[in-house]
């Protein structure tokens, strides 16, 4: 039964207004514990009462915010641990988006479209010291949108869309704080030489090595995040850092 109009729109906007919340909390705007005001989030965001309330709502699922006994919501820290957690669970089903691709076989046009896309990665990597980092994170997205559709599979492509809204899960997670850092920085050159070699093991139809660099690949995020953690600098330059403790 196909929606009406009325909720197309009302869902529509309680997506909005989850994409905002969002990027209040994770961009510092929002501090820990802080309490999120429905009042205020509606006018600060442009909509009205009733999506904010179903994005909080849908926030709270998320893990992104908490649940406080007063009532109402409040932006939430994340340990460590749970961060790591929450990119392992990434690479489980991204190494299993890949294993199914060199299993199940991909399309010779979609090869090629990966293909191009690996062109542009090596572009942009070819020069670590001056790395072009919206273009990375914007080419980095579309390989890992890609990787999901390669699978065959709707289940593994909605849960890694899922997955990849958990909190720091996401492969484009903490991307500009790299600039900051050079060890952290020629990762990315390692990273796309992983994007490679997935890519090679679905056409060979190698579905274990496709597996296992896939979730090595985003274990490589996890590393990262502990460099940066331990480097107190970052605290302060990277607001989602703040949303971190040890």
Do not use: C, W
């Amino acid at each position: 039964m196909a929606l009406s109009p009325r909720s197309e729109r009302a869902g529509s906007l309680s997506v909005k207004a989850a994409l905002g919340i969002r990027e209040l909390v994770f961009s510092g705007e929002v501090a820990p514990g802080e309490r999120l005001s429905e009042i205020t989030l509606s006018s600060r965001l442009g909509l009205s009462r009733t999506p904010i309330r179903a994005a909080l709502a849908q926030l709270e699922q998320e893990g992104v915010l908490e649940a406080i006994p007063s009532g109402g919501y409040a932006a939430r820290r994340f340990t460590q641990s749970e961060v790591a957690d929450a990119i392992e669970l990434r690479g489980v089903l991204e190494g299993t988006a890949a294993r199914f691709a060199a299993e199940r076989g991909v399309a010779p046009f979609r090869l090629q479209a990966v293909h191009g896309l690996l062109a542009e990665l090596d572009r942009i990597v070819a020069a670590p010291d001056d790395m072009d980092f919206e273009a990375y994170m914007a080419r980095n997205g579309e390989f890992h949108e890609q990787l999901q559709t390669l699978s065959g599979s709707d289940i593994i492509r909605r849960e890694l869309e899922r997955v990849s809204r958990l909190p720091f899960a996401g492969p484009n997670n903490f991307i500009t704080a790299q600039a900051e850092m050079p060890e952290v920085r020629a990762s990315l050159v390692v990273a796309q030489t992983q994007h490679r070699a997935i890519v090679n093991a679905i056409e060979m139809r190698e579905g274990t090595r496709a597996e296992a660099i896939a979730r090595e690949h985003a274990r490589l995020a996890r590393t990262n995040l502990d460099l940066m953690i331990e480097d107190g600098r970052l605290m302060t330059k990277v607001p989602g850092l703040s949303l971190v403790s040890g």
